[in-house]
């Protein structure tokens, strides 16, 4: 089972920061199948990033994506208030498909 | 547009079973395979396992293997996932998840509470 380790556990920043997320994985992830997702308080997740570095339909430019291997990335380049969320990677290259522990993005 | 909606919250027993519905729209429902993830409360999310909604084909979780049970019935576009044996650590919300082309999932049902306490 691929083990995926998220740091860090909270970020706080002001809004027009740049938020870096972090994602390990134990063991290298299969072509690339790295996805992210947001989730807000009482709502289901929300496809961000897919493919490790391509950008779901609708998702705004400033959340990217990048890395390969076992180390990626989530980046907010600019933060906006309504990014306050929580963050999942999530590895569906092997099975059992697995998530990370997740980010907290707080928006200050 | 895709929508995936689901069914009612649950109170059941320990020892219970409990039955949650999928139903899928805006797309071809057997195109895509649906898979099921949990989320205890104020904890992260756990995948449980997916069905092909074409062939009825399943592949579970180690962890819930001998416990889950996914279906599907293709004329009401419908996918269903029956967890028994329940245990009060299995209080969580269940989302169903449509898988994408590229085998993430682009869309996710509005989940359903299932809490289990005697």
């Known amino acids: 089972e691929i083990v995926l380790t998220q740091s860090p556990g909270t970020l706080s920043l002001s809004p027009g920061e740049r938020a870096t997320l972090s994602c390990r994985a134990s063991?290298?992830?299969?072509?690339?199948?790295l996805a992210w997702y947001q989730q807000k308080p009482g709502q289901a997740p929300r496809l961000l990033i897919y493919?490790?570095?391509s950008r779901a339909t609708g998702i705004p430019d400033r959340f990217s994506g990048s890395g390969s291997g076992t180390d990626f990335t989530l980046t907010i380049s600019r933060l906006e208030p309504e990014d306050s969320a929580v963050y999942y990677c999530?590895?569906?290259?092997?099975?059992?498909?697995?998530f990370g522990g997740g980010t907290k993005v707080e928006i200050k | 547009q895709v929508q995936l909606v689901q069914s009612g919250a649950e109170v059941k027993k320990p020892g219970a079973s409990v039955k949650v519905s999928c139903k899928g729209s805006?797309?071809?429902?057997?195109?895509?395979?649906m898979h099921w993830v949990r989320q205890a409360p104020g904890q992260g999310l756990e995948w449980m396992g997916w069905?092909?909604?074409?062939?009825?084909?399943?592949s579970y979780a180690q962890k819930f293997q001998g416990r889950v049970t996914m279906t599907r019935d293709t004329s009401i576009s419908t996918a269903y996932m029956e967890l028994s044996r329940l245990r009060s650590d299995d209080t969580a919300v269940y989302y169903c998840a449509k898988e994408a082309v590229h085998a993430d999932f682009d869309f996710w049902g509005q989940g359903t509470l299932v809490t289990v306490s005697s």
């Open positions: 805006g797309y071809t429902f057997t195109a895509y395979y």
């Open positions: 069905i092909n909604p074409n062939s009825g084909g399943t």
């Open positions: 999530q590895q569906y290259g092997s099975s059992p498909l697995t």
């Open positions: 063991q290298s992830v299969s072509s690339n199948y």
């Open positions: 493919g490790a570095s």
